[in-house]
């Protein structure tokens, strides 16, 4: 019905500016770029673009790490060329969300700056600043504040040697987490946004917003968290999901939100929340998020060493994961999907087959997620079927966590394990610049760009895949139609069948008496699925596979990698 909320219809495409389009042979994309490459958006029909970062930083995280929130990057551009990507959008009937990135700020924003100077400058307390563990010599091995690891290797802890304490970083040393408990930081953050929202920005996709809020105690003091002698621990634990993470959130929506909600998107990047934190951050009733992104799905085939350490999948985990997900979320709250962003693997590389069945595997894998209930997230060239980048050298990595993560383990692993694992983990190979078409750069760049193009983009790019009506691109035009029209894939309910087979993922969505049945192969094996009776004259929605499906009585039989819709009434 018309009272459900836009977004249950719409479909966001991301953009990492960095990797998009340079206009003027730096090497390193622009806001002209995605300008110029607005009808690519239009073509695939997708409702939302949403930005990471393009404003002022040093670029130590790619951006995440903020010097001025009110002003734009120079290697991307002017507010005017924002203003203008937003008025080109609005007139096309697309909406704009911008990253939001307030857990931290960079080192050399004038606040860090400014909290940094002495000890009893006025900003002070704006971050997280402590003296060393008791008894201990600051600034020695052991010494920090906590235990708490950074999500980039080390401590997350620095020691500044003219004021003698140390402040608190979960990510990049030039990351400092913004103290949220003081009321001076929580007011500066919300003008920013209304300052936003008032140059027609559509909405914000938060990032880490779920760890604004830390595990502290009465007396101001940190916990230490569980780890191995000697080593820092998970920093997660006592970072994320904090005691006021909802009252903040609510404060937010009052102070920003309320009176102009309606055309909005909120959505947050909570790495580490359960479906039921999940279900209280998005029930709308509660006034904090629309939608927020889960990690566990993208968790599933890392081992005990985490996202370097990559084992196959297993579908059964999968199915089951994202089937609690639909299910935790089915009467309150809202699912944000996805497979690909700026940090995870190519997902084609990854649940899929990038050799033999590229596009088979990345058609199924677009049409099982786009027909679960949520808001689909395109991440740029997952629409190409973009791949994994396969780098065979430390150099041409760019990634800061890589690299990090690299340093820190260099001693323990061998330079080809190195490189296996970072293949198979770093979040370059999402970075790679989109393959627009098969000259020397792909039409990223007419010079060098920041990281290395795929030498695949000789077959796979844009241009190839317009000219050919069953490509990736197409089939992901053709869901995202299916969104914007069908009421049963924007609001059915979701159920999970066969959650003991291991190569096919199988649901039905039921809206009144139509209900829709969705199989997906994950194996080049044939597969057949058993699906019961009824379904032998239903009609096929869409499907990756030219040729009619083939079902007999009560099974569905599969070729590699095939997906099929179908719907009965
Ligand atoms: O990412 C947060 C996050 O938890 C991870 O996905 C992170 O990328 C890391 O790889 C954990 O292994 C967000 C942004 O999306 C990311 O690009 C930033 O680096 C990070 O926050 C800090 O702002
Ligand atoms: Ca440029």
């Known amino acids: 019905p018309a009272d459900e909320p836009w977004w249950t219809r719409a479909v966001v495409y991301q953009i990492y500016p960095r990797s998009f389009q340079d206009t003027n042979g730096d090497g390193i ?13 239009v073509e695939l029909g997708v409702d939302v673009l949403w930005l990471s970062p393009i404003y002022r930083s040093p670029q130590d995280d790619n951006g995440y790490d903020i010097s001025d929130y009110e002003d734009i990057d120079p290697a991307f551009g002017t507010l005017e060329d924002l203003d203008r990507l937003l008025e080109a959008l609005h007139e096309r009937g697309l909406k704009l969300v911008m990253d939001l990135v307030v857990n931290h700020t960079s080192d050399e924003h004038p606040w860090f700056v400014e909290s940094q100077s002495s000890t009893d400058n006025p900003k002070r307390d704006w971050y997280w600043w ?22 980039f290797s080390g401590p997350a802890w620095d020691h500044d040697e003219a ?29 920013m946004m209304r300052w936003w929202l008032d140059r027609g920005v559509d909405g914000f996709r938060m990032d880490v917003i779920n760890l604004i ?27 994320a999901n904090g005691p006021r993470l ?23 990047e909570t790495p580490g929340t359960t479906v039921e934190h999940g279900r209280l951050l998005t029930d709308p009733a509660r006034h904090e998020l629309d939608m927020v992104f889960t990690f566990e799905h993208v968790s599933l085939d890392h081992g005990p060493g985490g996202r370097f350490d990559v084992h196959p999948l297993d579908l ?32 084609v590389s990854r649940y899929g087959d990038d050799v033999a069945y590229r596009r088979e595997s990345a058609t199924m894998l677009a049409i099982v997620l786009h027909l679960h209930r949520g808001t689909p997230y395109i991440y740029q060239g997952e629409e190409l079927g973009m791949t994994n980048a396969h780098f065979t050298s430390l150099e041409e990595y760019r990634d800061i966590e890589s690299l990090r993560w690299a340093d820190a383990e260099r001693d323990r692993l061998s330079e080809e394990q190195l490189l296996g694992c970072l293949a198979a983990g770093s979040r370059d190979n999402a970075r790679t610049p989109v393959q627009w078409d098969d000259t020397a750069q792909a039409g990223f760049t007419t010079g ?15 241009a190839a895949e317009r000219a050919d009506p069953d490509s990736v691109f ?11 029209e069908d009421p049963v894939v924007q609001r059915g309910d979701f159920h999970l069948l066969l959650p003991d087979d291991p190569h096919v993922y199988a649901f039905t969505r039921t809206l009144g008496d139509e209900q829709l049945l969705v199989l997906g192969s994950f194996s080049s094996d044939p597969q057949v699925a058993e699906v019961g009776p009824g379904w032998s004259d239903a009609s096929l929605v869409i499907g990756n596979y030219t040729s009619p499906v083939a079902t007999d009585g009560d099974r569905v039989a599969l070729r590699s990698w095939e997906a099929v819709v179908l719907r009965r009434t």
């Open 29 to 41: 994309g622009d806001l002209p770029g995605i300008l110029q490459r607005v009808d690519h958006l």
């Open 130 to 151: 402590r003296p060393a563990r008791e008894g201990m010599e600051p600034g020695t091995p052991g010494a920090e504040p906590t235990n708490w690891g950074s999500f």
């Open 163 to 191: 004021t003698g304490e140390y402040y608190l970083h979960l990510f990049s040393r030039k990351q400092p987490d913004l103290n949220w408990e003081n009321p001076e930081v929580r007011r500066a953050v919300y003008r």
């Open 213 to 239: 809020s830390k595990t502290v105690g009465p007396d101001g003091s940190l916990p230490d968290v569980p780890a191995e002698d000697g080593r820092y621990g998970q920093p997660g634990v006592a970072a």
């Open 246 to 268: 909802h009252e903040f959130l609510q404060e937010m929506h009052r102070e920003v939100f309320d009176g102009r909600r309606g055309g909005l998107l909120l959505v947050g």
């Open 316 to 347: 059964r985990d999968l199915k089951a994961t994202l089937g609690r997900w639909q299910a935790g979320l089915a009467e309150a709250g809202w699912n944000a999907l996805y497979w690909d962003n700026h940090d995870q693997p190519r997902i």
């Open 448 to 462: 060098r760009p920041w990281i290395a193009v795929n030498p695949n983009h000789d077959t796979i790019n844009a």
């Open 474 to 484: 197409h089939l992901y035009r053709r869901l995202v139609a299916l969104r914007h």
